[in-house]
């Protein structure tokens, strides 16, 4: 299917593997020029690789970088100013009970869940806005609608 999106650029957060990298290898399939991210260059390199072999006609890069840092994301952004997708596909979490998840933990999943996806788009959004046309996408693991059966029902 032609989705019209080819010689498009798009950032895929943690995109090395898992869903991250099947978006990525999705978008590049449509002609999309992908962002490969993550924390270890190797790793990305690797990716980018993998997906230029794959898909010849685009020109995947390698946007190492952890998001959740301010100044990494400073760097990203001065690298790649001008981006027409934003797929925010970087998260963590742990499977735990409620009751033994401290504060830290939870800044820490903020910071990483929230914050840094925030940082990308209010970044990127202004742009897409005077280029008249973009994309921001966030995605949330089948946590949010498969849960593992590990959190308590309160009755």
């Known amino acids: ?21 099947a978006i990525a290898i999705e978008l590049a399939k449509e002609g999309v020029n992908v962002l490969i991210n993550g924390r270890d260059y190797e790793e990305v390199e690797r990716i980018v690789n993998e997906v230029k072999s794959d898909f010849p006609t685009t020109s995947p ?7 959740v840092d301010s100044h990494q994301r400073e760097v990203l952004f001065q690298k790649y100013p001008n981006i ?3 797929v925010n596909n970087m998260g963590i979490y742990e ?13 820490k999943y903020f910071r990483t869940n929230v914050l840094a996806a925030n940082g990308l ?3 990127y959004l202004p742009k897409m806005l005077n ?10 693991s089948e946590e949010a609608v498969m849960p593992s059966g590990k959190c308590h029902s309160i009755v």
């Open 121 to 123: 788009s209010k970044f």
């Open 1 to 21: 299917m032609d989705m019209g999106l080819t010689n498009k650029t798009a950032l895929v957060t943690g995109s090395t593997k898992g869903i991250g990298k």
């Open 61 to 67: 890069q390698n946007a190492t970088g952890d998001i």
């Open 84 to 86: 027409d997708i934003l």
């Open 131 to 140: 280029n008249e046309f973009g994309r921001i996408i966030f995605i949330a």
């Open 95 to 107: 499977i735990m009970n409620y009751e033994d998840v401290e504060d830290e933990v939870w800044e």
